[in-house]
């Protein structure tokens, strides 16, 4: 080797910045054929405690079981995936069977355990997994998670509360539910018809006459979809008073007592278009025919939407009758007034045909 090579600091460093890299390459290789050897080798596992698991709580729904094989860490992921899997069926439900497994492994504090640590999605697999334990004792635990950062975690633990004790978890739960706009509405809409409407409509109800006009209609939608009687009563009162015209019509859309419809006829004539439109749909639903008369204006009016809406309530009031339309319509001398009804003639004509 020519010794001038050397002698010049700049090939030596080349060489050793030559040698470092391939060093480096070597070692990363090698640690990405160890975590691909790491990831292969747990997903055997959780296979193979999904398979394990799965028998032994099969086995267990048809005939509780004096014993069980240990669960071990390793396999709690295997067999919480399962028991959170066999729940979501018919019989798996509060099943015999695999509360006496749930027993015999001492499930609940390895849950809870579970949902302290590990991966985002293992914490809410065990929070779910609680939840469908109904073990009291890990109630205050999970109430601790419904003020967690994630929507999804929270979420996920207001419904395992309210599947433990609603009673008990309707008071914490309904307070969040005014507060955290990041839960999903499906998600509150399905944890409430979980419950019993007579545990959820009172503390629902009064948060909902306690509540701001901003928050005040998804309230409105949750406690109509509980319970329409309990809702009736919290729509009267918003309806008589004063209040932003998004709640009025969220009010309108999902009020059934048509006791209340003497709330609802001033309405056609709101400044706010949907207002009216909504208002007409009410008494499209839940009026009588003698109503048509105060809803034969509304088939003018300059929003073509708020028409449409009457024209689909005369209808309905007429008991679907083309004649006695077909005869309003003629004896109409605004334009679209008479355009809008022979549209919905046309479309009742076209579905009886269908």
């Known amino acids: 080797m020519n010794p001038w090579l050397y002698g010049n600091p700049q090939i030596v460093f080349a060489i050793w910045v030559g040698i470092g890299v391939t060093l480096a390459s070597l070692i990363l290789f090698i640690a990405i054929l160890v975590i691909r050897q790491v990831g292969k080798q747990r997903e055997q596992n959780h296979l193979r405690a999904v398979a394990l698991w799965r028998k032994v709580l099969i086995d267990a729904m048809q005939s509780p079981p004096a014993e069980v094989p240990a669960l071990t860490s390793k396999d709690m992921s295997g067999f919480v995936e399962v028991w959170n899997e066999l729940h979501e069926t018919p019989v798996g439900t509060d099943n015999p069977g695999m509360l006496q497994v749930a027993s015999l492994v001492n499930l609940a504090p390895k849950l809870e355990k579970m949902t302290a640590s590990g991966s985002f999605s293992h914490r809410v697999m065990a929070v779910v997994a609680l939840g469908h334990l109904r073990s009291t004792s890990s109630f205050d635990r999970l109430a601790g998670l419904i003020n967690?950062?994630?929507?999804?975690?929270?979420?996920?633990?207001?419904?395992?509360?309210?599947?433990?004790?609603?009673?008990?978890?309707?008071?914490?739960?309904?307070?969040?539910?005014?507060?955290?706009?990041?839960?999903?509405?499906?998600?509150?809409?399905?944890?409430?018809?979980?419950?019993?409407?007579?545990?959820?409509?009172?503390?629902?109800?009064?948060?909902?006459?306690?509540?701001?006009?901003?928050?005040?209609?998804?309230?409105?939608?949750?406690?109509?979809?509980?319970s329409p009687d309990a809702a009736a009563p919290v729509i009267r009162k918003l309806l008589a008073e004063t209040h932003d015209e998004h709640l009025v019509s969220t009010c309108l859309q999902v009020m059934v007592d048509a006791n209340d419809l003497d709330k609802v006829r001033p309405l056609l004539h709101h400044e706010r278009w949907h207002v009216r439109m909504h208002a007409a749909a009410a008494l499209g639903r839940l009026g009588k025919e003698s109503d048509t008369s105060v809803l034969m204006p509304l088939l003018a009016d300059t929003q073509w939407w708020v028409r449409y809406r009457t024209a689909q309530a005369v209808q309905h009031l007429f008991g679907n009758d083309a004649s006695r339309l077909e005869q309003v319509r003629d004896s109409r001398e605004d334009k679209y007034a008479r355009d809008i009804l022979t549209q919905v003639i046309a479309e009742r004509a076209l579905g009886d045909a269908s």
């Open 148 to 226: 967690d950062r994630s929507p999804i975690v929270s979420i996920t633990a207001a419904r395992a509360l309210m599947r433990i004790n609603a009673e008990r978890a309707v008071q914490r739960v309904v307070p969040q539910i005014v507060e955290r706009h990041d839960w999903v509405d499906g998600g509150i809409a399905q944890m409430l018809n979980e419950a019993e409407p007579e545990t959820v409509k009172n503390e629902l109800g009064a948060a909902t006459l306690r509540a701001n006009d901003e928050v005040a209609p998804r309230l409105v939608r949750f406690l109509a979809g509980v």
